[in-house]
C-alpha cells in the first residue's frame, strides 16, 4: 500500500462552463476538480486550504471510511466546517475493503453545484472488471446540471420563498456538462442574469478505434437525471455504483445525481477519425463528440441518436427496476436484520423549534437543521442524544445485519437517496408504504441481491435496504439532489453510539475559525 498525498486550494475562480460567464469553486484552479485514481489498501491525505468566503467540508462518496468516521466530510455531521477566507483540514484515510468508481464533492449547502466536485477511482486486483481482459482502456465521464447562478442564490430563494424562479422543483439546470462542458441558451442568459455569453466548443473524447473503452460515468450534478447515450454504440453495463455486475447492454444508460455506472463500449463502428454524436439528455440536453482518435476531423458530428430512445425513457425510475443487474463478486446479505428501522420521506413547511418555517423537504417531518458548531458525531461521542426536532436520527445499537426502510410519501419528486459509510442490498421495494412489521412478512431474497449507495425511489414508493451495522458512526441518509440537502432531506443514522465514543479522535485543525476547544467555536 502507498500513501496518497495531495494539497488543494479550494478558490472561487472566473469560469464559463456553458459559455455564460459567473463564479465558479475550483480546487487548484481546475473544474471537474482533480481525479484522485489510487488502490485499494491505499492511504489517502488530503490538505486541504479553504479560500472561499464559505466555509467547506469534502465528502468521499462511496468511501465507507471505517474507523474513521471524522473524516467523512460534512459540516456539522462529522466534522466542523473548514474555515472561511484560509482555514485548513487534513483528510487522511485509508481505503479498506472496497473498490470501483467513486467521487468526492463539497457537502456545505448545495455548494458542489458551484464546482467543487472530482472524481476517485479505487484499483484492486479484487476487482472482476479486468484492464487488459474485460476493457482496453478506461475513461471517466462527468455529467452534470449547470446553473448560470451560484447555488446560494438558488438555496437563498428556496428557504425563504419556498420556490426559485416560480416554481417549488427546484432547478433542473440552464445546461447539461460533459466533462464540465456545455452550452446554455446564451439569449437566454443574457437577458436573465445580465452577463457576458458565448458558446463553447463541445467537448471532445477521443478514443482509439477497434477496442473496448469503459466508461465511468459519474452523475455530478445538483437535480436532473440523465439518459446517457452514444450514437451507434451500444453500452454493455459493468458497474453500479461501486458494485461491478453482470448486466444489459443497451442504448442508453439512466443515471441519477450521486450514481456511478460503467459502461464498455466496442469502438468499430467506423475507421480512425469517425465521429458519434455522445448525448446526455434531461430536460435540458448536452453533447459532446466521441471521436475515434487519427484521421481527419470534419466538424461537427452527423449522426442520429437511437431511433427508440426518448419513447424508452421512464424517467426517475433506477435502472435496477427494468433490468437485472447481478453482483460479479457475489456477497450475500445477512439473512436476518437485528433491528429495523423506518424512515417516510416527506415535503411540507416544517417548522422549526423556534417556530420559524423552515425547508420544504424533510424525513419523519422533521427538516434537517444543521447545528454547525456542534457536529452530531461530536454529540453522540459526548454522550449525548441528538436532538430529534432539529433532525430525523436514529440508532443501530447491535452489530448485524439492520434494515432500513424508506417510504418516499413525496408526490410531486422522485429523490435518489444516498446512504454513507456503506453500501446497502436493496431487498425490496414496491408502491405505496410499509411497515416494519410488514416488512418482517416478506420473503426476501438475500442471496447475492444488488448493492449500491444510491438509490432513486420514485413517488410514493418504498425501499428495503440491509446493511451491516459493523461501522459505528453517525452516516447522513439524505436525498442527493443538492438542493433538496439544502432544503433539509438528511436523516442521521447512528451506528453503535457506544463505540463511537471510544473511536473519536479529533482531528488536526487550524487557520481562521480554528476551534481550540470542541465543540467548534467557529462563528458562521
Ligand atoms: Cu455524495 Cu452526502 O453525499
Redesign the pocket.
Known sequence: PTTREFWWDLEAVGGAPDGYSRLVYAVNGQYPGPLIEANEGDTIIVHVTNHLDVGQGI?W??ITQNGSPWM?G?PGVSQCVIAPNGGTFTYNFTVSNQYGSY?W?A?YSNT?ADGLVGGLIIHSPNDPLKLGQDFDEERVLYVSDWVDVTSEAVVDALLTLGTFDGSVVPPQGDAILINGVGRTNCTYSELRHKSTCCDPDYPVIEVPSSKRIRFRVINTGAHAVYGISIDNHALEVVEVDDTAVWGPTIHEIRIS??QRYSFIVNTDQGKDGAEFWLRAQAVVKGLAVFRYSGGISWGEPSTRAWPDLEADSIPCVDMDVNYTLTPRDAKDAPSKALQTQVLSSERGNFVSVNGVPFGGQGFNNISFQNQINYPLLEQVEDGHAIDGKLVANVAFTEIGGGDIIINNLDNVIAHPF?L?GGTFWILGRGTGNITAKEAGKLKLNTHNPLRRD?LQMNLGEWALLRIVTDNPGVW?L?C?IGWH?SEGK?AAIVVQPDAVKGLYKPPAWSGTGRPDILPCRFEQ
Open positions: 465528502h462518496h462511496g467523512d460534512v467521487w464533492h457537502h458542489l445525481p450521486g444516498h454513507h444510491t447522513p439524505h442527493h440537502l438528511l
